[in-house]
């Protein structure tokens, strides 16, 4: 079990088994929301995570509704429509934990991250995507 808090701790979350997936989002929607390049996620199906403090607020942008302590405004959640899970922001896990196994979106990226992962165009096939991936 590990659990994410924002940073002033009104809200609370804990998060049960392994995640469904770890990895660096670089979406338009997560640049515009977050203020940033691109966006560390941990995601995990709605089920295996349980608010256990506070309330947050909830907001969107396009069509993704994403979830905010309203003391603090900590990004804490994003819940893409029909899918049943939740993208959790990784800045919240424990020094340590985030692992993250592949970028996705990368069409959209600012700029190339080189590492050794793979850097899909679009989405992967685990999550209905092309599998297609950039050169860099
Ligand atoms: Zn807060
Ligand atoms: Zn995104």
Known sequence: MVTVQCYCGAVRMELTGEPLAQFYCHCEDC???HGAAYL???????PAT???????????????????CRECG???????PGLGIRSITALLLHQGLFKPTFHIQCQHALLPIKDTLPHFKGFPAMFGGSDEQVSW
């Open 74 to 80: 900590t990004r804490l959640y994003a819940e893409p």
């Open 50 to 68: 349980r608010l256990v403090a506070g309330e947050p607020a909830y907001w969107k942008l396009k069509t993704t509704v994403r979830a905010f």
């Open 40 to 46: 560390p996620a941990v995601m995990y199906r709605i």
């Open 31 to 33: 640049q515009a929301v």
